[in-house]
């Protein structure tokens, strides 16, 4: 199984380009290096976000695990002042998936509207506290320290993006393992018919349930390494419902069609608000709502269905 | 665009005798223009009280500096001869925004210093960013005394004196202009600035007057929430008679419109720390006898104060934009002329055209002229300014038909804030020594 | 005994105000299938076309009492314009799309209309504090409440009292509910869905300006209003039931009182009580404490 994976196309071509794109970070300008890295690390949620829709399901409450993933790397600082990444990341993956783990015993049983608004009124929940509370930071939130590396501390900021690159290629060779699995196939058949799937003798919320914490635990991870890139971490910017429907919105850009997807569309994404803002300090929202709006009329399948059908031009099938 | 002649190498080793090894490594300044970005609320709730009036306050010095056509001391044209190209950028969106924002201010559009900043929560998730790029900052308006007290910070300067020296110069006018306060409450903002504004106020009045007693439900709305119906509600109904609060932007507007429709203002005493802004533009609608500060010699205090600098700024500013120059414009310019002093020191002590090291060594422990009074970086290792604080109480000018501020007291800097190497707390708990006033 | 007033009259203020809001995003959900995020954008701009009208009216000179025409017109105003535009627009081309592709686009609707907004209005905040001022206050439990606040009861009321009328006692509402009901049997039966989704959508724009319009006089209008409001009037139309009018009503007063009761005596749990309530009724009873009955379709 893992020797077919590794031959498997989209994954070959996942290394090779992540190999490609650490090269270049070298000779890169810091600020493109920081847009990549905040594409790359927020591409994580956005992947989480993907294998829910797979099924059919839509969060709109995943900062509750970006802002748990971001805060447990801003508490263990405050609290034991480590800052190593292996630790930062362990803490933030385990917080989001133990979440995950307990919540989605909740969550499995519901579907639509319901699965959205549940979601959203635990992340609102979680803002709440975060915002009230002095202890933690109210509004203003925390700075995040630069990561170490087993004590270590860069100069620059290569070496994280290297860790990021790292986890990305593991998340999506994990992601494309599973859904390869008979219960990542189970769960897009889901989408199609839930009846059909319990027929089968399958427990429907059993595999809803393992896509729900393998999504929170990439959006705590993301959370983690996006506070560690940016070096800062708040509520209205990690926690409130605004960022859910950013992580929402880019998984719709992206396109369902594949495990890479979210990464291209996130890095656009990042880009995109970059340049509006300095263009448009006044309407940059309105240049990434009319781009959300354009994208569900004219690209339903999001960025990656144009990306496809250049490919298929090239008579290349990916 | 002339080459700079002084720029080789051999210069730059006879300078570098007393500038530190790090200063080798810094790039030196491209073209003969300085490149600052001016950061301010643009969009949100705080833009048209404080962003916008502070960014003009900003412009309109900028211009003039470049001109040469600001009074003395500034008449000279030019940032230490270089000339200053500001770009403004816009500060809501919340601190992990900012933090990206200024990440790309300095890495992708090059700038070589950055100012401004208004709410307490950029200073201080920007300023450990300035030190990671290395890039001289400037804060113009947040007040939290934890900026340089938790820290000590090479990059960042702030030209606006911390939130200490407006809860202490609160206190002290309370004592000397107020009678009859025997019990206070509060209503602040829950963030850094409406907690530690709350927080020193609370130990100066019982160091000030210990006969004074403080509420035991002081509220904390998030800020910029708008609506304050309940909050009044619950102040209303303790007997407190007089009520604190360090609301700024629309906030300070909504709470004064909502309460004094409530009769609030006729059973309670209101002192405002910030809130000047609400003056101007409520006009009529804000309520006579508050006791209202600008956090220094800034807007209302000192229109019509004397002095070439201030009725410069005064005049230049209305006829520019049309209305009175508020708080955060004085702010705003302040910071302008910190960098114009120390832009020009430079040039004086090394004869070269500024580098950052060297404006940064010129502006530790700098005193220079501001608009309406001196101001000079006397703590946080010679970073955080500080300046005497005023307040005053509000009144109508029917002559004029505009909002003015009677019997105007300012306290100077050494009564109301610790001296250089002493923290805000120990410094209130050991009785505030050296304050005579 | 004068706190417990207080309390009881902090919180049906709210929660009349909450009630407005939300009662507009409930009557779009319950006959169109679409939970509006755009409906925050259409508090904004009644927010501001009333300030604006009400600011321009008292430079001109007319009476304080006009004020509460200008609110009344402009929440029209702006539930016509933008309740046509956005459903011939926008909506009808989605609705057969997935209903949480829907949310997004309304999302991304929100945040266009924010913008606009700052690109009409500028940035400089607008205040209407004539009719507030002009009602004046009055002691209620041994404080001053200013009148205008309480006759968002009053308003409140209406509106309830003018949904129920017309759901329950005219033929439109009896078009509505066989809308509601069943969207297929409508259409088999002759009618016309599509008008009655424009009407529907525009009576749930006019009643988000109204709510945006009514509370203009008491704030500062400044952009991002429509932020905390949208996820509030989410919260109170999911408590209640989604589409269900009672239900809005049911969850205006909880999370009204609730919060008055936190701010009063707990204040640091105000946003927390609002949303555990509102995830606590979701695990319970997911369709809400006055859902519709569920229709079985085999």
């Known amino acids: ?318 | 665009m002339n080459k700079l002649v002084f720029k080789n190498s051999l210069k730059m080793l006879t300078v570098g005798a007393f500038v530190s090894l790090s200063a080798l490594a810094s790039p030196p300044l491209a073209a003969d223009s300085f490149k600052v970005a001016v950061v301010s609320f643009l969009t949100g709730p705080a833009a048209g009280p404080f962003g916008v009036p502070g960014r003009n306050g900003a412009e309109l010095v900028i211009d003039a500096i470049n001109a040469g056509s600001m009074p003395a001391p500034y008449e000279s044209a030019g940032f230490g001869g270089l000339q200053l190209e500001a770009i403004f950028a816009d500060e809501s969106g919340g601190n992990a925004k900012q933090v990206a924002e200024y990440r790309n201010l300095v890495e992708k559009q090059e700038v070589d210093a950055v100012l401004g900043y208004i709410s307490s929560g950029s200073c201080m998730s920007v300023a450990p960013v300035a030190e990671e790029l290395q890039t001289l900052t400037i804060m113009s308006v947040c007040g939290t005394p934890r900026l340089f007290e938790d820290s000590d910070w090479n990059y960042t300067f702030r030209t606006q004196a911390h939130a200490v020296g407006d809860s202490v110069a609160a206190a002290l006018y309370i004592r000397d202009q107020l009678d009859d306060v025997k019990k206070y409450n509060g209503i602040n903002q829950n963030y850094a600035w409406g907690q530690d504004s709350w927080k020193f106020f609370d130990i100066a009045m019982q160091q000030l007057i210990p006969e004074t007693q403080a509420a035991d439900n002081p509220q904390f709305p998030k800020l910029f929430s708008g609506q304050y119906g309940t909050e009044i509600s619950t102040i209303l109904l303790d007997d407190s008679d007089l009520v604190h609060s360090s609301f700024w932007d629309g906030d300070i507007e909504a709470l004064v419109l909502q309460a004094s429709v409530r009769g609030f203002f006729d059973k309670k005493k209101f002192i405002s720390v910030a809130g000047a802004s609400a003056v101007d533009n409520l006009g009529k609608r804000f309520p006579a006898g508050t006791v209202i500060g600008t956090r220094g010699e800034f807007g209302i205090l000192v229109r019509e104060q004397e002095g070439e600098l201030n009725e410069w700024f005064i005049n230049a500013y209305r006829e520019r934009y049309g209305v009175y120059p508020l708080e955060s414009s004085y702010q705003y310019a302040q910071s302008v002329l910190a960098l114009k002093a120390s832009m020009d020191k430079s040039v004086a002590d090394n004869g070269t055209t500024p580098e950052k090291d060297q404006i940064i060594s010129a502006m530790t422990g700098l005193n220079f002229t501001s608009l309406a009074g001196d101001v000079s970086f006397a703590l946080g290792e010679g970073h955080q300014a500080v300046h005497p604080v005023g307040y005053g109480i509000t009144a109508w000018n029917d002559e004029k038909d505009e909002p003015t501020v009677v019997d105007v007291k300012v306290y100077p800097a050494h009564c109301i804030l610790p001296p250089p190497g002493q923290l805000s707390e120990d410094w209130l708990a050991a009785g505030m020594p050296g304050s005579d006033c | 005994m004068q706190t417990a007033i207080t309390v009881f009259l902090d919180g049906m203020t709210y929660a009349s105000y909450l009630f407005i809001v939300s009662v507009g995003l409930t009557i779009v959900f319950g006959v169109m299938k679409i939970l509006n995020v755009a409906h925050g954008g259409f508090y904004a701009w009644g927010a501001y076309s009333a300030a604006y009208a009400i600011g321009l009216a008292a430079e001109l000179g007319f009476p304080d009492w006009f004020a509460f025409i200008l609110i009344g017109l402009s929440s029209m105003f702006v539930g016509i314009v933008l309740g046509v535009l956005v459903e011939r627009l926008i909506l009808r081309k989605l609705y057969e799309h997935e209903e949480v592709i829907v949310i997004l686009a309304t999302f991304g609707l929100f945040l266009v209309l924010e913008d606009f907004i700052l690109l009409v209005f500028g940035v400089n905040p607008y205040f209407a504090y004539q009719p507030m001022v002009f009602l004046g206050s009055v002691e209620m439990g041994g404080i001053f409440r200013d009148v205008y606040s309480l006759t968002l009861l009053g308003l409140a009321a209406f509106v309830a009292f003018a949904c129920w009328y017309v759901l329950n006692c005219t033929k439109w509402g009896k078009i509505l509910s066989t809308v509601i009901y069943d969207r297929e049997i409508s259409l088999a039966i002759g009618i016309d869905v599509k008008a009655v989704f424009v009407w529907t959508f525009v009576v749930g724009t006019m009643l988000g300006a109204l709510g945006g319009a009514y509370i203009a006089p008491t704030i500062s209008v400044a952009p991002g209003i429509g932020i905390d409001i949208i996820v509030l009037s989410f919260a109170v139309v999911v408590i209640g039931g989604m589409g269900s009018i009672p239900g809005a009503l049911i969850g205006a007063l909880m999370v009204g009182n609730l919060r008055a009761i936190a701010v009063h005596k707990f204040p640091e749990f105000e946003l927390f009580v609002i949303f555990a309530v509102m995830a606590a009724v979701l695990m319970v009873r997911p369709e809400g404490l006055f859902a519709p009955a569920k229709i079985r379709r085999i």
């Not at chain 1, 399958?202 to 070096?231: D, T």
């Open chain 1, 1 to 318: 199984m893992m020797r077919s994976i590794l031959l498997d196309n989209t994954v070959r071509c996942v290394i090779v380009a992540f190999m490609a794109l650490a090269c270049i970070g070298l000779v890169l300008p810091n600020w493109i290096l920081n847009n990549t890295m905040f594409g790359l690390a927020r591409g994580l949620a956005v992947l989480g976000l993907l294998l829910l829709w797979r099924t059919g399901l839509i969060s709109l409450g995943h900062s509750l695990y970006f802002g748990l993933g971001a805060y447990a790397v801003a508490l263990l600082e405050k609290h034991t002042g480590s800052t190593d990444i292996i630790l930062r990341l362990v803490i933030a993956l385990t917080v989001a998936g133990v979440i995950g783990f307990f919540l989605g015993f909740v969550l499995r049983h519901y579907r639509g509207i319901f699965f959205a608004m549940l979601s959203l009124a635990f992340s609102m929940v979680l803002y709440g506290v975060l915002v009230k509370t002095e202890a933690l930071g109210s509004t203003d939130g925390f700075s995040v320290s630069q990561t170490t590396f087993l004590g270590w501390q860069p100069a620059s900021k290569y070496p994280l993006f290297l860790s990021i690159i790292a986890i990305c290629i593991v998340a999506i060779i994990g992601v494309q393992f599973y859904l390869r699995s008979a219960i990542g196939y189970l769960t897009t058949s889901v989408r199609d018919n839930e009846i059909r799937v319990e027929y089968l003798g399958y427990s429907v919320a059993r595999a809803v349930h393992i896509k729900y914490i393998i999504s929170a635990a990439l959006a705590g991870v993301s959370g983690a390494l996006i506070a560690m890139s940016l070096g800062q971490v708040d509520p209205d910017s990690m926690v409130n419902w605004t960022v859910s429907g950013e992580l929402v919105f880019i998984t719709i850009m992206s396109g369902p069609g594949s495990v890479v997807a979210p990464f291209i569309g996130s890095i656009t994404f990042e880009f995109l608000r970059t340049f509006a803002f300095e263009w448009a300090p006044h309407a940059w929202q309105l240049i990434v709502g009319g781009t959300l709006l354009g994208i569900i009329f004219a690209l339903p399948e999001g960025l990656w269905s144009l990306i496809q059908r250049l490919w298929t031009k090239k008579g290349k099938v990916l």
